[in-house]
């Protein structure tokens, strides 16, 4: 992901994710539930369109709060596919309300969202590869492949690869992970 580096610092749309988001740890569901959500619409789009709607996609979805959309139903399907904020694609916004859905589950399976990543975190007694988290996401989840899924991982630190090691970023990231 070196390029990020290169081209988000001082970017107007780029540069706070890059420094403050990208590949920092996170711990609450509903930033887990974000994440996912906007690594899924970023499908076949950039990322700079994604960042550029995430406040419609924020007021869309309930402020990422997973019992509100996974209670969604048809009236709220018709309301985003109207909804011009955000990425008016059904496949994406039935994949955003069954994944609410399976986050629900895995409180009670596992304690919650981070809980379940943080069980299949190693693999072996080894950090999980990522062929194998997108067998497990695509076990899991709906409208999560390869690239969703590693993107979404690196972006919470799973998997490596979101800054260069010479990044000033990564110093930033290793005082959040002793934190």
Not at 95 to 111: D, E, F, K, M
Not at 149 to 164: D, K, Q
Request: charged share 25%.
């Amino acid at each position: 992901m070196s390029g990020y580096c290169d081209i988000a610092p001082g970017h107007p749309v780029h540069a706070s994710y890059h420094a403050t988001e990208y590949g920092f740890p996170q711990r609450e569901e509903a930033v887990l539930f974000e994440r996912l959500l906007l690594e899924i619409n970023q499908a076949g789009l950039s990322w700079e369109t994604i960042l550029r709607k995430r406040d419609g996609f924020r007021a869309a979805y309930d402020g990422f709060d997973v019992d509100t959309v996974a209670a969604y139903g048809e009236r709220d399907r018709a309301r985003l596919l109207a909804d011009a904020s955000i990425i008016r694609n059904r496949l994406k916004i039935d994949a955003a309300i069954h994944n609410a859905q399976v986050i629900q589950t895995l409180r009670a399976s596992h304690g919650g969202f981070v809980d379940w990543l943080d069980v299949h975190a190693l693999e072996d007694g080894a950090p999980r590869e990522k062929a194998s988290w997108v067998k497990l996401f695509k076990k899991t989840f709906r409208f999560t492949g390869g690239e969703i899924t590693g993107e979404f991982l690196m972006s919470l630190g799973y998997l490596p690869g979101a800054h260069r090691p010479d990044c000033p970023v990564m110093r930033e990231i290793a005082r959040a992970k002793r934190a």
